[in-house]
T-cell receptor
Framework: EPEVTQTPSHQVTQMGQEVILRCVPISNHLYFYWYRQILGQKVEFLVSFYNNEISEKSEIFDDQFSVERPDGSNFTLKIRSTKLEDSAMYFC???????????FGSGTQLSVL | EDQVTQSPEALRLQEGESSSLNCSYTVSGLRGLFWYRQDPGKGPEFLFTLYSAGEEKEKERLKATLTKKESFLHITAPKPEDSATYLCAVPNQAGTALIFGKGTTLSVSS
């Protein structure tokens, strides 16, 4: 079964450093997403991406965050200057259409020290 | 204001003891209600989508039902391997993203 692939599985960084989280969505999917989950809390929407542009973003997704689909297969989330409160599990997700189910990757655990 | 509210937050069952989880939602013009299972340290795994009131879907020991304001996930004769967090999600008003509830953490002991 096709799956969403995320790398790395764990990332440790110092506060103020830039990090890039990488995802390879399922190949025929058109809609791409980033979600995050702080330990013990709910899965929170960050951003959706369609047709090479952001279609919606949450209030969490401020100027420190950016997304890119550089080559038609990868989908990346960049955090420009990490803060302690950015520590969370980040999930990439994709789907074929807006009413279809979301497929999630296994996540990148980001720890900001 | 939360669009999706799940209850209870946690549920402990004995193996074989059936029960139900609740998901209530406030979005109007529902365009699908989604149930996911999440194991610790993993991404959510899709279970069901329900689109209209009265619809039911089943998978092994799980059955999901939908009314105009809530959905239930019924677990019949659960086994320890059913232990997980069960998440409910609905599309936001624009329909561009899924919004998740906080989940119900189910523990089934043998």
């Amino acid at each position: 079964e096709p799956e969403v692939t995320q790398t790395p599985s764990h990332q440790v960084t110092q506060m103020g450093q830039e990090v890039i989280l990488r995802c390879v969505p399922i190949s025929n999917h058109l809609y791409f997403y980033w979600y995050r989950q702080i330990l013990g809390q709910k899965v929170e929407f960050l951003v959706s991406f369609y047709n090479n542009e952001i279609s919606e973003k949450s209030e969490i997704f401020d100027d420190q965050f950016s997304v890119e689909r550089p080559d038609g297969s990868n989908f990346t989330l960049k955090i420009r200057s990490t803060k302690l409160e950015d520590s969370a599990m980040y999930f990439c997700a994709s789907r074929v259409g807006l009413t279809e189910k979301l497929f999630f990757g296994s996540g990148t655990q980001l720890s900001v020290l | 204001e939360d669009q999706v509210t799940q209850s209870p937050e946690a549920l402990r069952l004995q193996e074989g003891e059936s029960s139900s989880l609740n998901c209530s939602y406030t979005v109007s013009g529902l365009r699908g209600l989604f149930w996911y299972r999440q194991d610790p340290g993993k991404g959510p795994e899709f279970l069901f989508t329900l689109y209209s009131a009265g619809e039911e879907k089943e998978k092994e020991r799980l059955k999901a039902t939908l009314t105009k304001k809530e959905s239930f996930l019924h677990i019949t004769a659960p086994k320890p391997e059913d232990s997980a967090t069960y998440l409910c999600a609905v599309p936001n008003q624009a329909g561009t993203a899924l919004i998740f509830g906080k989940g119900t953490t189910l523990s089934v002991s043998s």
